[in-house]
């Protein structure tokens, strides 16, 4: 079942989900295979209008917020696409949170409605006190809370009035301390205005208007996520949507779809390679067309292995939720190998905050544009992230070559510092996951009583491998054989798996708490 086929029926000059489903309202637009389901793009506008009139009817007006902890689903988007239509703050909930902390983020946030997949929202109960009065579960009825139903269907399908565009208010992922909001002002724009706008910030990758699908194969509340698959929803494609990532199962629905575009996570990228080479040429993978990524620096081996195997299709970005940085084509890349793209603007700064030389790490800085963010509630973060010249850093480390390039070396929060040396987890960690042994691993610092921190590496061995001194000793080889001594591991700890989100990303610092004590010795 092929959808990519087919001539664009909308005009550019009216883009975006809203012209999508007056003029072409049979189209489909979303697609959760999990649940059997399919949305059209007519009944995606119907439902989107209905909320926006509810929304309204409980009193929201613009810069008002809204906030969704909705499973990956069409709900997700009709949340979003209300809320962008009438001026209002849309935030998107990590669904995978404690009960505690998605309080914190509804409270801090300042939401005056929130919308939750049923199962989420029972699990909220003991919070209840702490939520907004107006709250919707979508799906079973769960006690306490109102039907989505009654959001939605009892309102006009008609478009609202004084349509205003408004914003989503993402949450970082508190890598140290509390998430905070990302929050940008509101533009004096309509949606398709914004669209419009929006549409020229992602046509560096060249996926035209019309037809296409989209494979969204990560959660839909992170901001890299969420955000192409709802540009797709603008360009007019087909979204198919995944509760989580399996890299069989992404094969098999690309072939099924005819999917064009997907975003992955260098892990992703690592897991469709470990797959058995007779399960990846199962499958047709020719209808892609782009392959975006982002999220954690990538092998370089692992991304070189991707192009060979699905063509020059792999664009890599660099960004966050606070802003955009760079982005490079495949071509590019593989006359570079590892840079993230060349910067028309950025800083690499030491921790005086002075420019370093050329080739050397730093934190890299980069312009926050027409659209500068602040952190909801917290001026100190804000003044700390963003400087007087409006740049601003997220944290990351990386380095310009003399061409201008910039490689992405690792995050600030993750870098060891061993007798007075940096040293990045990222680069060991790439070497390790050459090994044919290493299905995953995580590179940290731990504690050490003459050097101040030492290299330690907690890893997921490949299927069958048996973890005892002798794989500690043939990655302690390997690591000879490629990597300066003082970046070599002390120790290797054995894994069935290793904590990661739901996007994949790495969670350095549950390990970092685990083995914060004195371990030598080990």
């Known amino acids: 079942m092929s959808i990519s086929d087919g001539e664009a029926s909308v005009p550019a000059e009216f883009p975006g989900v809203y012209a999508v489903a007056a003029a072409d309202p049979e189209r489909i637009a979303i697609i959760t295979p999990s649940f059997g389901r399919q949305t059209n793009f007519g009944e995606l506008g119907a439902a989107a209008n209905r909320i926006a009139h509810g929304l309204r009817a409980l009193g929201l007006r613009r810069g008002d917020v809204v906030a969704g902890l909705i499973s990956n689903s069409a709900e997700h988007f009709e949340v979003l696409l209300a809320s962008f239509q009438i001026g209002l703050y849309f935030v998107p909930v990590n669904t995978h949170l404690a009960p505690g902390e998605v309080t914190y983020i509804v409270g801090d946030s300042g939401a005056k409605v929130l919308v939750a ?4 929202a029972s699990a909220l109960a003991p919070e209840a006190a702490a939520l907004p009065a107006a709250r919707y579960a979508v799906g079973e009825a769960v006690p306490g809370w109102r039907r989505y139903a009654e959001l939605r269907d009892s309102q006009p399908t008609h478009p609202p009035e004084s349509r205003t565009v408004g914003a989503v208010m993402g949450y970082t992922s508190g890598t140290t301390g509390r998430p905070k909001g990302v929050r940008r ?6 949606p398709e205005q914004a669209v419009d706008r929006m549409g020229r910030y992602y046509s560096w990758f060249g996926s035209p208007q019309g037809r296409g699908v989209h494979l969204a194969c990560s959660p839909l509340y992170h901001a890299a996520p969420g955000g192409h698959a709802t540009y797709s929803l603008h360009l007019g494609y087909t979204v198919v949507v995944h509760e989580r990532f399996d890299a069989e199962r992404t094969l098999e629905d ?3 779809y005819g999917v064009t575009t997907t975003h992955l996570v260098p892990t992703h990228l690592h897991r469709l390679l470990a797959l058995p080479g007779e399960v ?3 499958y047709r993978t020719d209808s892609l067309r782009t392959l975006l990524l982002a999220g954690a620096p990538c092998p370089v081996e692992d991304k070189r292995r991707t192009i060979e195997w699905l063509g020059p299709i792999v664009w890599e970005y660099l960004g ?11 071509q590019e890349w593989l006359a570079h190998p590892g840079t993230v793209g060349r910067p028309a603007a950025v800083k690499i700064l030491d921790g005086d905050g002075d420019p370093v030389p050329v080739g050397e790490a730093g934190t890299i800085y980069f312009p926050v544009g027409a659209a500068p963010f602040e952190y909801h509630n917290d001026p100190a973060k804000t003044a700390a992230a963003v400087r007087p010249d409006g740049f601003a850093t997220v944290g990351d480390i990386g380095r310009l070559d003399d061409e201008g390039y910039l490689y992405l070396l690792d995050r600030r929060d993750d870098l060891i510092i061993s007798g007075g040396v940096n040293i990045y987890p990222a680069e060991v960690e790439q070497h390790l996951l050459k090994h044919p042994a290493v299905a995953d691993v995580a590179v940290i610092g731990v504690p050490d009583p003459e050097w101040g921190q030492r290299v330690f590496a907690v890893v997921q061995p490949t299927p069958g491998t048996a973890t005892d001194d002798g794989l500690a000793e043939a990655l302690d080889a390997w690591c000879v054989d ?5 970046k ?9 798996e290793l904590p990661r989100t739901a996007t994949g990303k790495l969670l350095r610092r549950t390990l970092r708490t685990e083995f914060a004590g004195d371990i030598t010795g080990k």
């Open 280 to 282: 990846r040429e199962k």
């Open 117 to 120: 997949t049923d199962a989420l």
């Open 254 to 256: 690309v072939e099924r």
């Open 320 to 330: 966050s939720t606070e802003g955009s940085v760079c982005h490079v084509s495949p």
């Open 482 to 486: 490629g990597l300066a001594a003082l």
């Open 488 to 496: 070599r591991p002390r120790h290797y700890e054995f894994r069935g």
């Open 185 to 190: 002002p509101l533009q004096d724009l309509s």
